[in-house]
Structure formats: structure tokens, C-alpha cells
């Protein structure tokens, strides 16, 4: 049986771990925690959306498509690897700051949206591969007026918000990854979209920029 000297103490040693609990149960928000949870949130709702699409008509052929697709994998793959191997990937390049951590948080939010509007406003066109759906056409209007393929552009900020707030080498080079395929899949693309439409997308390359807004140049 306990004495009551022992009770208050075990009472108090009680109430300490409550505490310690709840206040780790409690751990506030920041930018990293909230970034991550928009980026799956944005994966799980575009993969349900993937569903609303048209049939396709014609692709590019997978041959065409797989050293892009083997090459990021295997670049990827290379990075992981190397992470624990290179301490110095994971070392902050400058110190957290909430100020900046928060707006760099916006500006992915502001990608992420700009991805969903280029998406809704495609419509039933969209796929997720180098295809020709039905009914397909040239469309120019509200984001892809702005930019050739707005769903990378927004995918490259998103991107870019992640990137600043993690502040680690390592992940300078998976967005260098991210950039790199996102370009190379929009040549890909367009050399294919030029072969569908001929002058029409011809036209449309000369009006509208690829990637960055209010960057023309010259079709080629």
C-alpha cells in the first residue's frame, strides 16, 4: 500500500507524461508537414480524374516513350542511392525560416491550381500519355493561352515551393530531375501533336510560349 507521499509523487509523474503527450499530439503545422500533404492530396485527386477522359484514337508508340520513362527511373534511383552514401545531400544550404517556409508554401499551392485549372479546362482531352483522343483538337484558350503545356508549368512551381523550403542538395537535384522530364516529355509531345495537326499546332507554337510565361521564341 502506498503512502500518500508516494501517491503525490506517482499522481504527478502521471500528469507529466499527460502532458508530454497531449503536447506532442499537438505539434504545430509547418511548411514541410503542409506541403506534403497537398502533394498527396493533388495525386489522389488527379489519379480519380484520370478516369474522365476520352477514348484515345492514337499514341505514340511505348518504343518511343521508354527511354524517357527508363531514364528518369534510373536516374531516381541513382539519387536515392547516393543519399545515404553523400551526407552532405542532406545538409540544409540555409536556416528555416516559418516567414518564407509559408510563401513558398503559396507558390505551390498556386502550381498545384494552376495544374487542376489547365486540367478541368482540357476536359476530357487530357491523358495522362502521348495520345490523340476523340475529338481531339488544338485548344489555345485560358491556360493554354498562357502556355503550351500549363499542367507542367504548374507541376515546375509546385516543384520549385517544395525545393526552396527543404533546402537540401538533394532535392536541388530531384527538381533538376522533375525539370528535365517535364521538358523532354513536352518535345516529345509536341513533335507528336505536330504530326496529328499539322499547321494548326504550327500556329499555335508560334503564338504561345512552351513552359515559361511571356518567354516566345521562335517555333521550331
Known sequence: MQCPKQRGTTR????RLQFDVI?????????TSALLGLLATFILTWVAAALWANQTVVGLPNRAQLPLYLGAALAVLLLVIARPLFPVLQVRLWDENPWFGWAMVAVSSIGFAGCWWARLHLGRLWSAGVVR?????????GPYGIVRHPIYTGSLLAMLGYVAVRARPFDFLLGLLVLVFFTCKAHLEERFLQTEFGSDYTAYRQRVPM??????????
Open 23 to 31: 503536447r506532442t499530439r499537438k505539434k504545430p503545422l509547418t511548411p
Open 12 to 15: 504527478r509523474a502521471l500528469q
Open 211 to 220: 513552359l515559361v510565361p511571356l518567354l516566345r521564341r521562335r517555333a521550331s
Open 133 to 141: 483522343k476523340e475529338g481531339h483538337r488544338v485548344v489555345d484558350t
